[in-house]
């Protein structure tokens, strides 16, 4: 059984830096490897929504909101995916879920709390 497992959220202040993992247990190197990795937010009240996408070919997508401040990075090695989160705003506080493609749906992690306060 596949596992998403996040970690590296926590309180920063406005300005600040978080780098968040996440670990996919129990996927076969050469099956993650291969599959496309995204990390999702939700804050309080909002829908969830896509921050970051990255594919088999190394490419990415962000939404606007990040775009020039976060950066979706993957070791196939480690089976781990990365968000490297600068420049933090008040607005980025959320839940942060990492994902994986599989089967035409994205499926989610437990999730990490990221709280952008003074």
């Known amino acids: 059984q596949v596992q998403l497992v996040e970690s590296g959220g926590g309180l920063v202040q406005p300005g600040g830096s978080l780098r968040l993992s996440c670990a996919a247990s129990?996927?076969?190197?050469?099956?993650?490897?291969?599959?496309?990795m995204g990390w999702y937010r939700q804050a309080p009240g909002k829908q969830r929504e896509v921050v970051a996408h990255?594919?088999?070919?190394?490419?990415?997508n962000y939404i606007d909101s990040v775009k020039g401040r976060f950066t979706i990075s993957r070791d196939n090695a480690k089976n781990t995916v990365y968000l490297q989160m600068n420049s933090l705003k008040p607005e980025d506080t959320a839940v942060y879920y990492c994902?994986?493609?599989?089967?035409?749906?994205?499926?989610w992690g437990q999730g990490t709390q990221v709280t952008v306060s003074s």
């Open positions: 994902s994986r493609h599989d089967g035409g749906s994205w499926l």
């Open positions: 129990g996927m076969p190197g050469s099956i993650f490897r291969v599959t496309a």
């Open positions: 990255i594919y088999s070919s190394g490419s990415t």
